[in-house]
């Protein structure tokens, strides 16, 4: 095994184990928290399971190899038909590495998307805007995984070793789309709050690190400018790019994904201080224990630990200390900036 190989074993066993941990964790904090999953944390549990499957398909991939080779190695080797078993497998297992791995940072930008859902969907153009995404985000899911299967033709040049299958075996056009659809909508979904939390009436240093807090998806759009042109510097200058390093980039990226997607409701669901603030909602009629709700102190609004929200206003309260009415409104913009600063 050479140094590129061993490389990427090692950098695929650590940061797999890595992302991995950090959703096990979120999982696992939610129910020391006493909430049930909701539908982020079954995506959640849908991309580990991404994540196993890619990094299995990598191990082969590194192993075994691929029909992925530069000229001068053909030219150099003489294919036995060990080696050719090998490299058709991994090949194979190259389309559906491709699949997986893709699949897994769409799951990863729902979670976001559904995080963001929750903190400004009750606002119409926020609604409006976060459909928007949805469909988006699906076509753009579908684009990647078609431009998987439609590269080379006929189909089984995707596996093919001798002869030379040509470019296409590289998916040079596939980790292109993949890549620059993976940067667009990462963007989209990094400048989706921005608005709101600068507009937040907190102090400096609570909007700034909030605002560091969501633009941890930063670090996805400057791993997405250094793979860009280093694929098309290798696809399009009569080499190709590396398997190796190849899946030593996307095994980072998929790190910082799970960051990403996970460390703000791994935030909320921190361990916390004990309080003795007792409000009288929690005599009320109208109050229900239901699992995963807290109420924020100092603001008449109930939150749960995933940051769904739902504003109550308080009306005629006597001295001795019940509420005598309590009805939902519609939510204020400055509400949710309240809630996202003291939820967070």
Not at 7 to 30: D, E, H, P, Y
Not at 40 to 47: C, E, H, I, Q, R
Not at 222 to 241: C, K, M
Request: aromatic content about 12%; glycine content about 6%; some cysteine.
């Amino acid at each position: 095994m050479d140094y590129e190989k061993k490389k990427s074993m090692i950098i695929l066993g650590v940061l797999g184990f890595a992302s991995a941990l950090i959703m096990v964790t979120r999982l696992a904090m939610r129910k020391v928290r006493g909430q049930r999953f909701d539908i982020s944390d079954y995506l959640t549990m849908g991309a580990i399971a991404c994540l196993a499957a890619r990094c299995s398909f990598a191990t082969v991939i590194v192993l075994w190899g691929n029909n992925n080779l530069t000229s001068a190695y053909r030219a150099s080797k003489l294919f036995d038909a060990t080696e050719i078993y090998q490299r058709e497998i991994g090949s194979k297992v190259t389309l559906c590495d491709r699949v997986f791995h893709s699949t897994y940072f769409w799951i990863q930008k729902s979670v976001v998307l559904i995080l963001y859902q929750r903190m400004l969907g009750c606002l119409i153009w926020p609604r409006l805007i976060i459909n928007f995404y949805w469909g988006f985000l699906a076509v753009s899911y579908v684009v990647v995984q078609i431009w998987t299967f439609v590269e080379c033709t006929p189909f089984h040049l995707y596996w093919q070793v001798v002869p030379d299958p040509g470019q296409c075996a590289a998916g040079a056009i596939q980790l292109i789309v993949f890549v620059s659809l993976n940067m667009v909508t990462d963007a989209m979904l990094i400048g989706l709050p921005m608005p709101y939390l600068f507009r937040m009436k907190r102090p400096l240093k609570q909007r700034l690190s909030l605002v560091g807090l969501f633009s941890i998806g930063f670090t996805l759009l400057a791993i997405g400018f250094v793979r860009l042109p280093i694929n098309y510097d290798r696809n399009y200058n009569h080499s190709r790019t590396h398997e190796a390093n190849r899946t030593t980039l996307g095994t980072v990226e998929m790190f910082a994904a799970a960051i990403v997607a996970n460390v703000p409701t791994l935030f909320t669901l921190r361990p916390r201080h004990p309080t003795t603030h007792i409000t009288a909602a929690s005599h009320s009629p109208h109050y229900t224990d239901t699992t995963g709700f807290r109420q924020v102190r100092d603001l008449d609004i109930i939150t749960d630990n995933s940051i769904k929200l739902q504003h109550v206003h308080v009306e005629d309260m006597g001295e001795s200390g019940e509420f005598g009415k309590i009805s939902e409104e519609s939510h204020a913009s400055n509400d949710i900036i309240h809630v996202i600063g003291n939820a967070i």
